[in-house]
């Protein structure tokens, strides 16, 4: 399996302007995580889908940022309008619940985000 | 809400050392628990988990790691580090039957000096 698959891998964007992040997770996997990995913060999950449906966006900071999900193969993050506190890496992971609640979530190379 | 303590942030070691790291965690319910690396530039890969049964469970590289229910610990441990192991290590958990996201420590800096 080619992994959790996450494009593009590097974005400079000015503020203002939209960026969309993508993911293409392990065929298969029932969940799909977006977390964001900052310095002040760390590493902080924004939101989580379920077969495709979103279950918990209580990390999403603001109107700002959208999360989709419109297949089992794909999700994006929007972010509209940029601003520079959006720099982060913004990863994606995906997992397969088993029977018991046991699961693991592999994680996507990243997406590094440079909001200027 | 669940938390988790990674007490060291910033650890120097030399070769051969031997590599003990702090991890509690703050939830009343059962539990997944993870450790995952981080080396510079890339991204978050599974070093060893626990979801049930005995205590001691090993990962990959050599890294092993202790549940100790009473403690609320998840201490992550290696007898001989190597200059390769130079990384981020972060533990997590999830909870077993509820909240899938993940809660991630601080992270712990680990640099192995040759």
């Known amino acids: 399996d080619a992994g959790v698959i996450q494009s593009p891998r590097h974005e400079v964007t000015e503020m203002g302007q939209e960026v969309t992040l993508r993911c293409k997770p392990i065929?298969?996997?029932?969940?799909l995580f977006w977390y964001r990995q900052t310095m002040m913060r760390g590493l902080e999950l924004l939101i989580y889908?379920?077969?495709?449906?979103?279950?918990?966006d209580s990390g999403m900071p603001e109107d700002r940022f959208s999360a989709k999900m419109p297949n089992a193969s794909f999700s994006t993050l929007k972010i509209q309008p940029s601003e520079p506190r959006d720099s982060a890496v913004y990863f994606c992971a995906s997992s397969l619940v088993k029977y018991g609640g046991q699961e693991t979530q592999y994680f996507g190379p990243g997406t590094r985000l440079l909001v200027l | 809400a669940q938390s988790v303590s990674q007490h060291n942030h910033h650890v120097i070691l030399s070769e051969a050392a031997s590599l003990e790291l702090g991890c509690n965690y703050s939830y009343g319910g059962t539990v997944n628990l993870f450790w995952y690396v981080q080396y510079p530039g890339q991204h978050l890969q599974l070093l060893l988990k626990y979801f049930s049964g005995d205590p001691l469970v090993k990962g990959i590289k050599g890294f092993e790691a202790e549940f100790i229910k009473s403690k609320f610990s998840f201490n992550l441990r290696k007898p001989s580090v190597q200059w390769s192991d130079t990384a981020e290590y972060f533990c997590a958990v999830n909870g077993g039957t509820g909240r899938r996201a993940l809660t991630f420590g601080s992270g712990t800096r680990l640099q192995v000096q040759p």
């Open positions: 889908f379920n077969n495709n449906v979103p279950i918990d």
């Open positions: 065929s298969g996997h029932d969940y």
